[in-house]
């Protein structure tokens, strides 16, 4: 499995596939794409509250910047996803 794939789980929201890729390899939770995008900013970019808060409990990188610079904070607020920014606030997001 490549890292492609948690980002496309993330994408998708298919939580389970991503909770099988993780806990087979921890440091999938902040793998970045040819954007520099974690899965956060996937999950942030579709408003995948579910796995958003997996990847968050797992240690994912929550002010972690894409190739744009931009946080998957600052996605969530473009998409205008209040649930998906209270939870991000929640662990520090700047």
Same mark, same amino acid.
């Given at each position: 499995?490549? !890292?492609?794939? %948690?980002? !496309?789980?993330?994408? +998708?929201? =298919?939580l389970?596939?991503?909770?099988?890729? %993780? @806990?087979?390899?921890? +440091?999938? %939770?902040?793998? /970045?794409?040819?954007? =520099?995008?974690?899965?956060?900013?996937?999950?942030?970019?579709?408003?995948? *509250?579910?796995?958003?808060?997996? *990847?968050l @409990? @797992?240690?994912?990188? /929550?002010? +972690?910047?894409?190739?744009?610079?931009?946080?998957? *904070?600052?996605?969530?607020?473009?998409?205008?996803?209040?649930?998906? %920014?209270?939870? *991000?606030? !929640?662990? !520090?997001?700047?």
């Amino acid at each position: 499995m490549t !890292s492609l794939s %948690v980002h !496309s789980a993330a994408q +998708k929201n =298919q939580l389970s596939l991503l909770r099988t890729l %993780v @806990s087979e390899d921890a +440091k999938l %939770v902040d793998a /970045v794409d040819a954007d =520099q995008r974690t899965p956060l900013h996937w999950a942030a970019s579709t408003g995948s *509250l579910d796995v958003a808060r997996y *990847l968050l @409990s @797992s240690g994912a990188q /929550v002010d +972690k910047l894409d190739g744009s610079g931009w946080t998957a *904070l600052h996605i969530a607020g473009l998409i205008n996803n209040v649930f998906y %920014v209270h939870d *991000l606030l !929640s662990y !520090s997001a700047s």
